[in-house]
C-alpha cells in the first residue's frame, strides 16, 4: 500500500499526463524485483533444506503469491485515496484470507482443498504443505502430482485466476472511481 508521499506522486504523475499502465507498472515492478530477490535467497535455502524439492517448484509458488499479492493492494488502492487507511483496509484483507486459510482442515477431501484454494493464501498454505508431505515421505514433487490430496499446480492455477481477476478488477475500476 502506498504512504501519503507517494500518494501525492500518483496524483502529481496523473495531473501531468501520465497513464495509468505506466503508473502501476512502475510500482508492480518495484515490488516485484525486491520479491524476487528475496525469494530467490529463501528457494535456494529451501531446496538445500528440503532435498527432495525442486527447486523450481518453491521459487514459482512464491512468485506466483508474491504476483497475487501486490495486484490485490493495486485493487485495494483504487478504492481509496489516504494512504494510512489503505494500509489498514489492505491488512485486513490480507487477515482474513489468512483466518479463512486456517480454517481448512488437514483431512479434507482433494476436491475441499481445490474448492478453497480459490483464496490465495489457503493455495499458498496447501501447497506448501504438500511440498513438506512430500519431503517428509521421500517423494519428489511436481505441479500435477497430488499428494496429501492436493496438486502444487492447483495453487498455482489459483494463483494465476486471482491475479488475472484482480488485475481486471482493477483495471476497471480505476476507470470507474474518480481519485
Known sequence: MLTEKESKVRESMYI??????NY???????????????HLLCSIILARVLSN??????????????IVLIIQNFFIQVFLS???????????????????????????????????????HAAFGLAFRTIIFAESFQ?????????????????????II???????LTWYLDQVFPN
Open 82 to 120: 489516504r494512504a494510512k487507511i489503505g494500509v489498514v483496509i489492505s491488512l485486513l484483507f490480507f487477515l482474513i484470507q489468512y483466518i479463512i486459510s486456517f480454517l481448512v482442515s488437514d483431512d479434507n477431501s482433494t476436491a475441499t482443498n481445490t474448492a478453497i484454494s480459490i483464496i490465495p
Open 162 to 168: 486471482n491475479a488475472l481477476v484482480y488485475l481486471v
Open 139 to 159: 517423494l519428489t514433487p511436481s505441479f500435477g502430482t497430488n499428494m496429501n490430496n492436493y496438486a502444487i499446480g492447483t495453487a498455482l492455477g489459483s494463483f
Open 24 to 38: 502501476y507498472f512502475s510500482w508492480f515492478m518495484r515490488y516485484f524485483i525486491v520479491l524476487f530477490c528475496i
Open 53 to 66: 524439492v525442486p527447486f523450481y517448484i518453491i521459487f514459482v509458488v512464491f512468485l506466483l503469491f508474491d
Open 16 to 21: 501531468m499526463g501520465m497513464k495509468g499502465i
